[in-house]
């Protein structure tokens, strides 16, 4: 198995893109910046379970998003925050 690639209080952002197929990550994450939460495990990649068995897997992270990035008029707390499970494939690290 092949180590993470990201760490745990990594900032990472999550590709904005829309591949023709099915995939796992809701539109309103879609080019975010946030915070490696947690490595979890490794898991079929859903963009190949349409028409394979998903391999090769994918490992996913736990990211941390501060809601009032993800929402224009967001007036909660600024410890506010969301937290979505996205494939490795999907990140890059940002500044």
């Not at 690639?5 to 900032?11: C, I, K, N, T």
């Not at 023709?20 to 190949?48: F, I, L, S």
């Not at 996913?60 to 494939?89: A, M, P, T």
Request: charged share 30%; aromatic share 8%.
């Amino acid at each position: 198995m092949n180590a993470p690639l990201f760490d745990v209080g990594q900032r990472v952002r999550i590709h904005d893109r829309t591949p023709a197929v099915h995939h796992r990550v809701p539109n309103y994450v879609k080019g975010q910046v946030g915070t490696v939460e947690r490595v979890c495990g490794m898991h079929g990649e859903p963009e190949k379970f349409i028409r394979g068995d998903g391999n090769p897997r994918q490992r996913i992270y736990r990211i941390k998003i501060q809601q009032e990035n993800l929402w224009q008029e967001y007036q909660g707390s600024v410890r506010d925050c969301l937290e979505v499970e996205i494939f490795e494939h999907w990140l890059e690290a940002a500044e």
